[in-house]
Each structure stands twice: as C-alpha cells, then as structure tokens.
DNA sequence: GGGAGCGATGCAATCGCTTTCATCGAATAG
DNA sequence: CTATTCGATGAAAGCGATTGCATCGCTCCC
C-alpha cells in the first residue's frame, strides 16, 4: 500500500543532470548494483567481488558522490568524532599535546570536534551536550564538567577522557599526573638548589592550585618560611610578566627565583628581568612549567617540567581505539607522571 | 506482516528503566504529545503552547533526553557546523583569529570542527572531504585545497572561505589582504627609516613568497641592491632565531635590520641579538609579522604588522550567516587591509 | 449565524545511509 | 551425485529526527 508511483524512474534515469547531489542509490544505479554493496564496497572494500569494486568506484568517480556522513553515523549510531575541550588556543599549555591528538584522530579516519571552554564553567557545560548530542565517540577534556552535566555522560556512550589530571574519581577515565606531586619536586629542587625566596606566580585554576599547595607544604616541611606569591588571570602568558616583576621590585626582601606557572610567562620574566639589568640565572632564577619548545631555545634556556604530551596522546588514542571495539579498561588513572629538566635559568 | 509484537510497548512503558537513550518518541510519549510537537519546542518554542511546553521540559527532564543532533541535521539537511582548517596550532599566525571565531559560532550555535593540514595537500584534501562528508555550512581555511577538491565543493552546499588572502577567483569567497602591497609597504617603511641592508627571513608558503615578492620589488625600485634573505620551515617560529642570526653573523657585509614572518620569529632574534650583545634597534633592527599580544610586550616592543583578526572574524560570521539563510553575496572578495605598527624594535 | 482565519497539534513521509537476513550459484566435501 | 559451505549480492527494515499537510476547536467579523 505504500508503494511508490514509478514515475521518479525515467527522471533518475537521467544521471547527473538533476540539481541535488548525488546518493548512495545514485552510485548504485549507476554500477548496476544494490545500494547495500556500494555502502560495503565503501566501508569494507574487501568484502565485494574484485570487479564490482571496479565498477563502483566509477560510478563515483563519474556521480562526483561524496558519502553523508551525517546519515552513515545515524543508521550505525557511531560518529567517528571526537570533541576536544581546551580553555584556550593561544597561550595553552596544551597545544603541543592537542596538535599530536588531532594529527593521529585524522590520521585513524576520527575527525575532531573542537571546543573552547574559556574559564566559564557553563560553556564546558553546552560544549559537552553538543558534543554528546552529535554522539561523539569521546570527549577529551582539560577539566571536569558540572555534575549534572557528568550524569549525562556517564548515561550515555560516550567515552570521557579527562587529560593533564588525575581526579580521585573521574567520570570516565582520566590520563595525567599529580599536580600537587609537581609543586611538591619542584620546591625539593629550589631548596637543593639553595635558592632561600622563592615566589610563585599562580593562575586561579584547580590544576595551579594543586601545584602551589604541593609546593607550600613541602617547602614549609623543608624548614622555610612560607613563599611570597603573585595572582595572575588564566592562562599564564608573557605578557603578565611585567606586573610580576613590578610585584617582585616592590617588595623589602627580594626573592632569588620566580616559580612560574608557564614556560611563556617565565620568557617573559627573563626578558623582563634583563631588561633591569639582572642576570639570570644569578640575579633571579626563574623555573617555567610544561617544556614547551621555546623553553629549550630561549637566552637563558628555561628550567621547566616535562609532561610527556606524546605519551598522553598515545595513550588517549589507545582509550578511544579500546572504547571504539566495545572492551573494557584495565584502569581508569593513568598516571603518565612528569621530569624536572634542568636548564640554565635556576 | 511486519507488524512487530506489541511485547515491546509493556517493557517501553516502564520508561526510564531501559538501556537505550531516550528518543524524541519517549519524551513525546511522557509528555503525552506527538513527537512532531517535541521536536517544534526545541526547534522553536514560540509555536507550541505555553503548558505543553512546561510537560515537555518536564519530560525531557524526567527522561534525560539528549537530542540526536546526527538525526536531526540529515532530516533538516543542515548541519550548524563549521570546519576549520588551519596549518597548525602551536605558532600561529591565525590562532587569534580562529580562537574568536570559535567563540563567535558557539555563542550563535554552530559547532566547529577543527582540522590540521600541516602543508600537505593532499592532507587538506581529504580534510575538506571529511567536512563535506559532514555536510558543513562552511569550511573555513587559509589555503585552497585542490582542484579535484575545489570542483567537488563548488558543486556541494557548502560555503568555502578562504581567510588571510585574497586569490584572483577565490572558489567560494575570501577575506583577506594582500600580502604583496603588505611586502611593499614594508620596504617603503624601512627605507623611510634609512635602512640600508635588510635581511628578509622567508618560509617556503605562498603567502610568504608574495610578501617577498612586493619587497624586493619596490626595495629595488627603490634604489637598492637586493636584500640578502634566509629560508625557513614552516611554521615561522621563535627557535629559527638561532639559524638565522648565524646566517647573518657569518655576512661580510653585516644587514642593519631584519624582516621575519612572524612576531615570534621576531622574538627569537631580539633574545639572539642581545645575547651577542647587540642592542635593538641601534645595532639591528627586527620587524615582526602578525603583531600579535607579544609584540607589543616584548622588550624592546616589536614594530609589527597588524591584520585584524577580529574583523576578519566578524566578516567570516557575517558571511556564514548570510549563507545560512540562503542569501547572495555582494562581493567574491572583502579587502580587510592591513596596518604597520611602529614600536621600538625598528 | 456561517464561514474565514488562526493557533496548536497530530500524521506520516522523508532524509541517506547501515545491517540483518535471505538468496543464489559455485565450490567443496562425503 | 547430493548435501554443505561459502562468497557475493539484494531486499527491506530501521536509525531519530524534521516538516508539509490535515485536523480541530475557537474567536472574530460582517
């Protein structure tokens, strides 16, 4: 009772000329062959006859047919995408380790949904629904989202991988390091290193916060008194450097080293710092965080804490790939852990 | 003969106690409406009434319903998404571009997917495929991809965008500048300064190479002999400083100033230069590309050349929206011009 | 008082694929 | 020589929304 009139048959009959841009069923038309095999000849080539293969590829080739990835992913309610969350594109920490995760998603057929959070928790909020309701395969995250918001995802079947990060009990799993672990080596360096006052320079996130409690206790452990301290908007740039510095001149005790919460801030307190006339490292140390590449190039090269951006990009790849074949995870922390490079700037 | 057995509706009355996502059917089925009425509340809840709107949100409530925005984009055949592609995220010329418009179009709803086409073609290529696939309002890209490619779009729905240049018959629109007039103004400006000998730091790009281009022109209609050059990978970071500045010390005849392709470059040779004990600008002047944040906090600040990244972004919006709601353009071509910004480092 | 007009809703076709199940001929086994 | 198996393909039922058209009360106006 539902069938069709064969009326559409001549006008399909005519091939290319139609204004709409061409379907499966055209390809198939066109190679003589059902709309089933051309979508297996496309999804898993091996499975069609040699010369069938032959004739669909130029039907497509003839049809100019681009697939609808929007219908494909609805009909095998699998997207093939993921949603990066990061606060910010300039200035991030992350970039090195984003660029690495989104070259291999591309070169794995995955393509990348980016999302820029800002500080705001709300916008993590709407990016993840989005994210969620396109039913990406997983969201990689720099931080946690709302709570209401984790429900959602842990109702749906969508992998939540939160990165540079190791919550007690993250939603999904979570591939990073101890920040508070982080604060806690790099005061045992200072203090080996001999340096008396230090000053720290931290951002109003969770994750800087962690850092300075880590570096607070084990200093004060250590015997000293407690360290004098800047506050600085996120994310940690080169620009903040000359309110820093401003704040160091002005106080009564110098301090002998600046524990930054970026490799760019700390450029920028090194330039700031010559531009004074102090020498680094023997004036003023100054110790960056993260090793981005400009921290091995600088004058002087910059002391600075390593994370393994490729390892938590393999290792973010790895979850995704076990996610994507239905198994399961052996753990849901892994700690990919950090090294203090010791350069010529403390 | 297929009808299926009504086994089914016991078990979906039960509601939230099943495994599957919950559907628009399910919270039309609790909200004790038609699902076409569910589907106007969230695509526009003006037409429905306001108490079948409040039972509506209590369902969606109720049942955690997360739209499935793959169904609805293939039944509306639009997609609210945006593909970005860029060369790379780290050093950037563009990235304060992009992160604007990133905020832009998730502030007006549309999604953006990123992708990373290093310098390979063939990596754009199949990049735009992938947004095509995706059925894109509008790929957004710094470079043109290929011919195949470009046919491929030209017959799709979606809009091309080609930012940061402007090309004689762009494929869809371009918004830009021109890089030659952008050279030309450069050698102008430092012959006004009485410069003698500029150095010219050049990545093998085409935008690169036109900016080239326009200042060996007018340097040499200018009086001059050819300035000396060198040529780096792309992208222009602050790490070639060390090569380059190598280059010019081993010169007989030492250049006065030198021109890069990007602030950070720039960066790089000041920090190089003073190292060596040089003072800038009285002993080599440095001219920066972009004027991005740092230039203008750099010691000394960078005279640079800005593009606004924020009109582009806004023209960019513009245009999406305009081809969102079906309408022509007025121009294949927006000339967003440029600035030279003299600081202290020329 | 009898349409016309309108606001709110339901019905059902449709979007372009994927995937299960059935089919069919050929090859292999017993 | 028949029964199985297997590889290649087709038929058709979804996937979960959107949207044009039809329906149904009402109010409004002459």
Redesign the pocket.
């Known amino acids: 009772?539902?069938k069709?009139p064969p009326a559409s048959s001549s006008a399909a009959e005519q091939g290319s000329s139609t204004n709409?841009?061409?379907?499966?069923?055209?390809?198939?038309r066109e190679a003589?062959?059902?709309?089933?095999?051309?979508?297996?000849?496309?999804?898993?080539p091996?499975?069609?006859?040699?010369?069938?293969?032959a004739r669909i590829r130029a039907a497509i080739e003839l049809t100019g047919?681009?697939?609808?990835?929007?219908?494909?992913?609805?009909?095998?309610?699998?997207s093939r995408m993921v949603a990066v969350l990061i606060p910010h594109l300039e200035h991030s920490l992350f970039n090195d380790m984003i660029e690495r995760m989104v070259g291999e998603m591309t070169a794995s057929g995955n393509n990348v949904m980016i999302g820029l959070t800002g500080t705001s928790r709300d916008r993590t909020d709407s990016l993840v629904r989005a994210a969620l309701?396109r039913r990406v395969d997983a969201i990689i995250s720099t931080g946690p989202a709302s709570e209401a918001v984790d429900s959602m995802v842990a109702r749906s079947r969508t992998l939540f991988i939160q990165v540079w990060e190791l919550p007690e009990e993250p939603v999904g799993i979570a591939i990073g390091f101890s920040h508070e672990d982080a604060g806690r080596d790099i005061a045992r360096f200072l203090a080996s290193r001999g340096y008396q006052r230090p000053h720290l320079v931290t951002a109003d996130s969770p994750r800087a916060q962690a850092r300075k409690q880590g570096f607070f206790t084990e200093w004060q452990a250590l015997g000293h008194a407690a360290p004098s301290e800047s506050i600085v908007d996120m994310p940690t740039r080169f620009g903040h450097a000359r309110r820093v510095f401003a704040d160091i001149r002005r106080m009564d005790e110098r301090p002998d080293v600046v524990v930054c919460g970026s490799d760019h801030l700390a450029q920028g307190l090194i330039v700031e710092a010559q531009a004074a006339g102090l020498r680094v490292p023997d004036d003023l140390g100054v110790l960056g965080f993260g090793n981005n590449a400009i921290s091995g190039e600088m004058r002087p090269t910059i002391t600075s804490v390593d994370v393994d951006g490729a390892r938590i990009a393999r290792e973010v790849m790895a979850a995704i790939a076990r996610h994507q074949e239905g198994k399961d995870f052996l753990s849901r922390k892994i700690d990919v852990g950090f090294r203090l490079i010791a350069r010529e700037s403390v």
Chains 1, 2 share one sequence.
């Open positions: 009772m539902t069709p709409r841009p061409p379907t499966l069923t055209d390809v198939a003589k062959v059902s709309s089933a095999t051309v979508s297996r000849f496309l999804n898993n091996g499975v069609v006859a040699e010369e069938t293969g047919y681009i697939p609808n990835a929007l219908a494909g992913d609805l009909a095998s309610s699998k309701a």
